[in-house]
């Protein structure tokens, strides 16, 4: 390292060294020549005999030099000092090669930040390869972790686990300094942050002892730290307010810890022990388990002395289990080091996609400058003949080309990666719309950097080779004497040109193929029907205070927010629900039994419940197939009423549902009966691919658990008007109950949008690059044909000398055009077929095997492509006989 | 790289071990050294300058001397070469080098 500096030193005042030492050597000729004018030499022979006693100074002082300074460093620097010369002699050539290339590296670059943070980041704990989440998997997938009681056992009676924590995330309503906020909760056992090996980034965490603390401890994030204390060291010490119970910060967790699903960082932990009761309840089913294995241990033998422990446990709990302990059968265990993979279960295969649409921007980028590079070499043949004619060598005019080379790469993938952060910076954004949110980590490291520069040395190296292999078998003597580029190696880099462009016009066949699927998908979509009419529909969450429901003051409540909201005069119709469609929100299935019907096969029926109010159907224009809708007729004195969707009806078959009696199972009561009084048409629910599950819909005011938050939705009298409606509805329901707490206020339409998320980002992008590559293509194509052109000038002039038609040299050229994109779209083809295949799954109403996606793209191609091709045969049509045999 | 003296090019390296050994006895400008080595050997070893300065640019980078401008007996500009700390180590690791490699070289010359 120090040789490193001293060569450096040397290297940057190496004028100065080399001066130093000629005055040292000739110091020593002087010395020398005293010593022989000593011995008897008269002063001229002393002098002569001295000089030639020093030798070769000359070569003493470069071999001195070359100590320092390796060859390789010095030549490499004449390069690239060569290389800017000739550069910024072309700037418009610099500029385009640039452009190219920031876009292409720029590409990958984002593209690959978001495959990073979804795919390929591990939990920020200590080793995350050592966790796993426990399953049990049951015939409909896997559900939440087994009871508490049972899952407690496990790491006692296995030996396979270092230590096991429970957990749970939502969204909770806490206060602080009395002021109501929503935050991204999580529920802990006091292990959580021991289990993970996360360590304070300020005060403490929680450990095993505070799970019976009193008063409670809470940790916050980094993040919440930030955006709800600005950093401020006091928040340490704060109470939060959640429920009854009132949490102590004691402290924050680092800043790249955000839980353990990525996308949806927690801001704050509790303790799980504020619910005691559900530790110990055998139906607890709503936490997730994590564990750590043992480092001896292998995973399948964990599993199987788990899964043994959970057989054993829940055959004890059979009993006094809900159905769910029917319908599990096996624990399973799953790798936990990226953590939950919700976000890459529903993001993994867009972004392979992604990737692989960058991947061919970037060939197709790869092409374009090696065609630049091509024509840029043909032009300075010359000059390379007369370097190779004065000595350089062969390799080393290879060198000093892929030098070149790599510079405009260098200078191209700067504004690239630069170009790329602006990139995920918006996407980021897109992925933090709609009512959850997904926050992406996508921020720049060692890995992206390390992609960035491998993708932009291996592309500059590639489009470097085809002119540097061209430069390499120059004959200096040939292209001499042939002044204009006419000789048979020229020929020889024009096919390889055409070649090239062949390729790109596959290339962009690909792109544009897949461009035209992604973005009929994107409107077929748009095309389903989601259940709701009325798109123009504003949504909210509102929250009862705490208290309301224990002293049953929640009905009268939500009666109250009705009135309040429909006596705004803009309010057309409004309604109140548990969830909305499309809302990402699911409450799961809950069973329900027909009354006078026994189920053949002893299958659950399992149904979603949302609790509405009357005007919810009629807000959200949801068609009533038969029976009747809401009325505020249907109250807590009468008899209770059910609608159900049309996936519900499917349920009874043959019979007419209505006026049937649904019992919810809940104690056996008489009090969770309901009588099926109308159908509703089916409204998507988790997505506009998946059919709608069966819903069964009760009144709001006959509740089977009284709300204590709902959606309000709220249509307007004028079009467009409700995103007016948000500040009137808040100013009287403030005045109709203070306490009430809004959020998540948002368009129906925009909920139904970040369901479409994963289609919106491939059909834009794809759509995008598509465009490129046709256009990168056309240049291409363009180019190529008028360096043709250039080539035949002569032979064009004397064919339309001897009486050839202006039209059939302009037919001539068109065809030489048309045999490129003809040969390119046969090429691509195949490959197109193949992409649109392993796309498959992710299309919507349209097929890899349907023509019509071909057809589309070989048109766009086509006229783009003659588009350019006609440009240049008026060129040629217009060139004068005369003119070109006169000049030569 | 710097070719050696024909007196020199039998053991790689040895001019300068030589060099880092004349300057134990303090320090010497460039001609000092030729003229030492040249005495000392009694004209056997004759060192070129075009070996003698590589090799002295050489010990510079490793680091092993260092030298330093001054004025010389005849007022001129000289450059005064002394022995750094690490150059004496590598002077002593050097020699036992030397002496192990001259050994066995007598020892194949009187068996052979």
Known sequence: ?888 | MPRSDDALNLLPGTLDLLILRTLTRGCMHGYGIAEHLRSVSENVLQVGESSLYPALQRLLLNGWIKGEWGASENNRRARYYTLTAGGRKRLRAEHEEFDRMVAAIQRVLQTA
């Open chain 1, 1 to 888: 390292m120090r040789k490193l500096l001293r060569r450096l030193y040397y290297w940057i005042r190496q004028h100065q060294s080399s001066q130093d030492l000629a005055e040292e050597m000739e110091f020593h000729r002087i010395l020398k020549q005293r010593d022989l004018e000593q011995s008897g030499l008269s002063p001229d022979d002393a002098a002569f005999t001295s000089r030639r006693a020093m030798g070769n100074t000359l070569l003493a002082m470069e071999n001195a030099r070359l100590v320092w300074i390796s060859l390789w460093f010095e030549q490499a620097i004449q390069d690239l000092s060569y290389a800017a010369r000739s550069l910024s002699r072309t700037p418009g050539f610099a500029l385009a090669v640039g452009l190219t290339i920031a876009l292409g590296v720029g590409a990958n670059t984002a593209v690959f930040s978001l495959v990073d943070a979804v795919l390929i980041q591990l939990l920020p704990v200590e080793d995350p390869r050592e966790l796993v989440f426990l399953e049990p998997t049951a015939n409909s997938g896997p559900t939440s972790a087994p009871p508490y009681p049972c899952l407690a056992q496990i790491p006692s009676e296995t030996g396979s686990f270092a230590g096991l924590a429970a957990f749970a995330t939502d969204e909770l309503r806490i206060e602080i300094d009395s002021k109501p906020e929503q935050v991204m909760g999580q529920i802990a056992s006091g292990n959580y942050f021991e289990l993970l090996g996360v360590k304070p980034a300020s005060g403490r965490l929680m450990n095993a002892e505070d799970e019976n603390l009193n008063p409670p401890i809470a940790v916050i994030s980094d993040r919440y730290w930030q955006r709800r204390f600005g950093r401020d060291p006091a928040a340490i010490g704060k109470t939060i307010s959640f429920g009854d119970r009132s949490f102590a910060i004691a402290g924050v967790t680092p800043p790249e810890f955000g839980g353990l699903e990525p996308g949806r960082p927690v801001d704050v932990t509790i303790p799980i022990t504020i619910s005691r009761n559900q530790l110990t309840s055998s139906k607890a089913w709503w936490f997730d388990a994590i564990a750590r294995l043992r480092t001896d241990v292998s995973e399948n033998q964990a599993q199987a002395e788990a899964n043994a422990v959970f057989q054993s446990c829940m055959s004890g709990f059979r009993g006094t289990a809900g159905p769910k302990s029917d319908i599990s059968h096996q624990l399973e265990l799953r790798p936990a080091a990226h953590g939950m993979d919700a976000l890459r279960r529903r993001f993994s295969n867009p972004l392979y996609v992604l990737m692989g649409i960058v991947g061919l921007v970037l060939l197709m980028a790869t092409a374009n400058i090696a065609n630049l590079l091509l024509a840029r070499g043909i032009a300075r043949r010359r000059e390379f003949a007369i370097r190779m004619a004065t000595g350089a060598g062969r390799v080393r005019l290879v060198r000093q080309l892929l030098t070149e080379t790599l510079l405009l790469f260098a200078f191209g993938a700067v504004p690239g990666v630069l170009f790329a952060g602006w990139g995920v910076g918006v996407i980021e954004a897109l992925f933090a719309q709609g009512r959850r949110p997904i926050t992406l980590d996508a921020n720049f490291n060692w890995r992206i950097l390390a992609f960035s520069i491998a993708v932009t040395l291996v592309a500059g190296l590639v489009s470097g080779l085809f002119p540097a292999w061209r430069a390499f078998r120059t004959d200096p003597e040939q292209a001499l004497k042939e002044g204009h580029a006419r000789t048979s190696e020229s020929r020889g880099s024009a096919t390889l040109m055409r070649t090239l462009v062949t390729f790109q016009v596959a290339l962009s066949f690909v792109l544009l193929v897949g461009a035209v699927t992604f973005v009929r998908t994107l409107a077929n979509l748009y095309n389903v029907d989601p259940g709701f009419q009325n798109e123009e529909v504003l949504t909210m969450s509102i929250e009862l205070p705490q208290g309301y429901v224990e002293t049953g003051k929640s009905l009268e409540s939500w009666g109250r927010v009705l009135e309040a909201v429909r006596g705004i005069p803009e309010v057309r119709v409004a309604g109140l629900s548990t969830f909305t469609p499309l809302s990402g929100r699911d409450p799961g299935g809950t069973p329900v039994r027909v009354r006078g019907y026994e189920p053949a096969g002893g299958g659950d029926f399992s149904v979603r419940v949302n609790q509405v109010s009357e005007g919810y159907f009629e807000t959200l224009g949801t068609q009533l197939i038969r029976g009747r809708l809401l009325t505020d007729h249907d109250s807590a004195g009468s008899l209770k009423v059910a609608l159900i969707n049309e996936s519900a009806a499917k349920y009874f078959v043959k019979r007419d549902p209505i006026g049937q009696f649904l019992e919810f199972d809940k104690r056996g009561t008489e009090d969770s009966v309901y009588q099926v009084v109308g159908v509703v048409a089916n409204t998507k629910h988790r997505n506009l691919r998946e059919p709608s599950p069966p819903f069964v819909f009760v009144p709001t005011r006959q509740p089977i658990n009284a709300e204590r938050r709902v959606t309000l939705v709220v249509a307007s009298t004028m079009p467009k008007g409700h995103i007016t409606l948000v500040e009137p509805i808040r100013r009287r329901l403030a005045s109709a109950d203070s306490r009430l707490f809004i959020s998540d206020v948002i368009d129906i339409r925009d909920q139904l949008d970040s369901t479409l998320l994963a289609e919106r980002l491939l059909s834009g992008l794809s759509s995008a690059f598509g465009v490129l590559a046709l256009f990168l293509a056309a240049i291409g194509l363009y180019g190529v044909l008028s360096y043709r052109i250039r080539q035949q000038r002569r032979s064009i002039g004397i064919r339309m000398a001897l009486g050839a038609s202006p039209s059939s040299v302009a037919f001539s050229v068109l065809r030489q055009g048309g045999s490129v994109i003809g040969v390119g779209l046969l090429c691509g083809l195949p490959f197109a077929f193949l992409a649109a295949r392993t796309a498959d799954s992710m299309l919507w109403g349209v097929k890899s095997n349907d023509p019509m996606i071909y057809v589309l793209g070989m048109a766009l191609l086509c006229l783009i492509g003659f588009a350019s091709a006609y440009l240049q045969a008026r060129r040629a049509s217009g060139i004068e006989p005369g003119e070109t045999l006169r000049h030569n």
